[in-house]
């Protein structure tokens, strides 16, 4: 009789408050019979402060993962259950395991989402940017060329874009985004979950000065910019007011109006629509 695979879980951890685990988590790092780790060094602490016992296997950093895929891929097949961890939060969002997930996908091992702590949809929902539509994209590239044109690409995007980045780098691509974009909204959340955990919340050149007087930056950072368009400010909703009235006064008819205003400032006809009678339930509201 041949014997049935195991099943691999992907086992979000703490992004930094020990308390932030879920107790399917735990119960499941508790009964499977080996723990793959990004790290054990770090996986050892999380497991050492709830009294897990649960032997570890070799690490599973980068580099070294699709070396060792076929090292679980035997102990699946043998039917042994297997958790895997990160380093911090949800395996594979920027840390190893996609080969071994692929991997199993293909030989028909089960795959199971234990879902829990991200850094992401934390630094998300805690933003103030728009949460329907998101991009999450990694970090950026190291070298200053190459980071200044993905940031170009990523500015032209019309969702809330995420992204991690180096505390020591942050300056320097803060700097980029003031540059490409000034008045972008931008938020940096640091140190989420931790002790000194903080959003700094403006335009990107606001931001970018909020940290270039402070000196070194310390901690983990995901840095968050608004969706493309999403800088309109109320000077230029007041433009497009002032136009659109100018235009009615000179004879056009508001449909006409409103497809000029669209062509003289870029913007959609439906978005100058909408910011018309935003502007207007505005003043309904303040003088009723």
């Given at each position: 009789?041949?014997?049935?695979?195991?099943?691999?879980?992907?086992?979000?951890?703490?992004?930094?408050?020990?308390?932030?685990?879920?107790?399917?988590?735990?119960?499941?790092?508790?009964?499977?019979?080996?723990?793959?780790?990004?790290?054990?060094?770090r996986?050892?602490?999380?497991?050492?402060?709830?009294?897990?016992?649960?032997?570890?296997?070799?690490?599973?950093?980068?580099?070294?993962?699709?070396?060792?895929?076929a090292?679980?891929?035997?102990?699946?097949?043998?039917?042994?259950?297997v958790?895997?961890?990160?380093?911090?939060?949800?395996?594979?969002?920027?840390?190893?395991?996609?080969?071994?997930?692929?991997?199993?996908?293909?030989?028909?091992?089960?795959?199971?989402?234990?879902?829990?702590p991200?850094?992401?949809?934390?630094?998300?929902?805690?933003?103030?940017?728009?949460?329907?539509?998101?991009?999450?994209?990694?970090?950026?590239?190291?070298?200053?060329?190459?980071?200044?044109?993905?940031?170009?690409e990523?500015?032209?995007?019309?969702?809330?874009?995420?992204?991690?980045?180096?505390?020591?780098?942050?300056?320097?691509?803060?700097?980029?985004?003031?540059?490409?974009?000034?008045?972008?909204?931008?938020?940096?959340?640091?140190?989420?979950?931790?002790?000194?955990?903080?959003?700094?919340?403006g335009?990107?050149?606001?931001?970018?000065?909020?940290?270039?007087?402070?000196?070194?930056?310390?901690?983990?950072?995901?840095?968050?910019?608004?969706?493309?368009?999403?800088?309109?400010?109320?000077?230029?909703?007041?433009?497009?007011?002032?136009?659109?009235?100018?235009?009615?006064?000179?004879g056009?008819?508001?449909?006409?109006?409103?497809?000029?205003?669209?062509?003289?400032?870029?913007?959609?006809?439906?978005?100058?629509?909408?910011?018309?009678?935003?502007?207007?339930?505005?003043?309904?509201?303040?003088?009723?």
């Amino acid at each position: 009789m041949e014997k049935m695979p195991g099943v691999l879980y992907l086992c979000a951890t703490p992004i930094g408050n020990l308390e932030d685990i879920t107790l399917r988590a735990l119960r499941i790092l508790r009964e499977v019979d080996v723990i793959v780790a990004e790290d054990s060094r770090r996986t050892r602490k999380l497991l050492a402060h709830y009294g897990l016992t649960t032997p570890l296997s070799k690490s599973l950093y980068q580099g070294v993962e699709e070396a060792r895929v076929a090292g679980v891929l035997a102990l699946l097949r043998a039917g042994k259950k297997v958790a895997l961890v990160s380093d911090a939060g949800t395996p594979l969002i920027s840390d190893p395991g996609f080969p071994l997930v692929r991997a199993c996908i293909r030989e028909g091992i089960p795959v199971v989402p234990i879902p829990g702590p991200s850094a992401v949809l934390a630094a998300l929902v805690g933003s103030g940017l728009p949460p329907e539509r998101f991009l999450f994209a990694g970090y950026p590239p190291r070298k200053p060329g190459e980071r200044r044109r993905w940031l170009s690409e990523l500015l032209s995007i019309p969702a809330t874009v995420i992204f991690f980045e180096a505390p020591s780098r942050l300056l320097s691509t803060l700097h980029i985004v003031a540059e490409l974009a000034p008045e972008r909204p931008t938020v940096v959340a640091r140190e989420l979950t931790k002790v000194h955990e903080e959003f700094v919340r403006g335009e990107a050149r606001a931001v970018y000065e909020s940290f270039r007087v402070r000196g070194q930056v310390r901690g983990e950072c995901v840095v968050l910019l608004g969706p493309a368009g999403e800088a309109k400010t109320k000077s230029n909703l007041e433009e497009i007011q002032a136009l659109y009235q100018g235009l009615l006064a000179q004879g056009l008819s508001p449909q006409e109006a409103r497809k000029e205003v669209a062509r003289r400032t870029g913007h959609s006809r439906r978005d100058v629509y909408q910011a018309l009678l935003n502007r207007a339930q505005s003043k309904e509201a303040e003088n009723p």
